[in-house]
């Protein structure tokens, strides 16, 4: 087979040219991912020097606010421009008060960040999943989560959160009306500032597992379909994104991310506006644990899903990579 390698074929285009080196392939790259697209999660609890690493989630950390600190400075040296708060209080009840409690892990590390952390950007979790002891994610009565009550708490959550400085206030709920609630409230009482980024396409995911585990979050019965999105569906979606747009939500998210790629491309293409996605615990534990076991190699899978993330049309991206990744890209 010696004449192979000198057999010619006349063609006019040779895509190969633009794949030949580093180099070349930089230059015609269409997605760029940069620290300053991805937004850090940070698990809140009670107490000081608390580093407590979540099981399902190697790598993952609940902290204590002085702790929440160290690690937001971090990553913000990193070149991550933000973080997004979830908390877990000492004490649960059937109608999540410490979701507004202004001395709560929340708000204690929104405070702290706030003073401590230069241009850092603080985006707060709002729900009461992590603050009932059903576990739920409103006031239940019966089998029903009765959604205008639940509304009302949420907005107190938010406007806790913003008094205690947030940035963004984040509404995971997935109840109706909830953006309209807070940014009424807001507004009445001054925070006209703080926006809202709303979870806007949250779709009813078994990709939440490990996130449980992290917050203490597990319905104790029942499960979320009755609010949360059904997966087979995009047109409900939509709607969805619409209806948060009007109430008033500057950043819509959709949720998880991996698997809803063409959720995320539509709404972007929709509506043009500032998008997030989320890649949520179970997208990321299922790369690590593969990666544990020598069955991928984590960096590669890591970009390659944030790529891909991004270039279904995020803007940006709620990853617990985030610091990792920062750090690589550097
Ligand atoms: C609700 C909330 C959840 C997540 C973010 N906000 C869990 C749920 O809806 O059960 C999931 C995030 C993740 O899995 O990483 N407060």
New binding site residues.
């Given amino acids: 087979m010696a004449t192979t390698t000198t057999a010619k074929l006349s063609l006019t285009r040779r895509p190969r040219r633009l794949r030949r080196t580093e180099a070349i392939r930089s230059l015609v790259r269409e997605t760029r991912l940069t620290p300053d697209c991805f937004i850090y999660?940070l698990f809140v609890v009670e107490g000081t020097g608390v580093r407590r690493e979540v099981p399902s989630m190697p790598g993952v950390f609940q902290l204590s606010v002085d702790q929440a600190v160290k690690e937001a400075s971090a990553a913000r040296a990193e070149g991550v421009p933000a973080v997004l708060l979830?908390g877990l209080p000492a004490d649960k009840d059937a109608v999540g008060s410490a979701a507004s409690d202004p001395d709560a892990p929340v708000q204690a590390a929104v405070r702290a960040l706030k003073r401590e952390v230069k241009d850092l950007v603080v985006i707060t979790?709002?729900?009461?999943?992590?603050y009932t002891s059903h576990g739920h994610?409103g006031i239940v009565e019966g089998d029903d989560i009765v959604n205008d009550v639940t509304v009302m708490h949420l907005a107190q959550a938010a406007l806790s959160h913003a008094v205690a400085g947030a940035d963004v206030v984040a509404p995971?709920?997935?109840m109706d009306g909830t953006v309209a609630a807070i940014r009424r409230l807001l507004d009445e009482r001054g925070y006209e500032q703080t926006a809202i980024m709303s979870?806007a396409a949250?779709y009813c995911?078994g990709?939440?597992?490990?996130?449980?585990e992290?917050?203490d979050?597990v319905?104790q019965f029942g499960d979320?379909r009755s609010h949360?999105l059904d997966p087979a569906n995009v047109d409900e979606a939509l709607r969805q994104v619409e209806i948060n747009i009007s109430e008033g939500a500057d950043i819509v998210m959709v949720?998880?991310a991996l698997p809803y790629l063409d959720v995320l491309t539509r709404v972007k293409e929709r509506f043009a506006q500032p998008t997030a996605a989320?890649?949520?615990?179970?997208?990321?534990s299922m790369l690590k644990a593969a990666a544990l076991n020598g069955w991928l190699d984590e960096r590669r899978v890591m970009f390659e899903t944030l790529t891909g993330i991004r270039r279904a049309g995020a803007d940006m991206i709620?990853t617990?990579y985030a610091r990792e990744a920062a750090r690589l890209l550097a």
């Fill in positions: 999660p979830f979790d709002v729900c009461l999943c992590e994610c995971s709920d997935m979870y949250k995911s990709f939440y597992g490990p996130f449980r992290a917050a979050s319905p979320r949360q949720k998880p989320y890649q949520v615990s179970g997208e990321y709620i617990y």
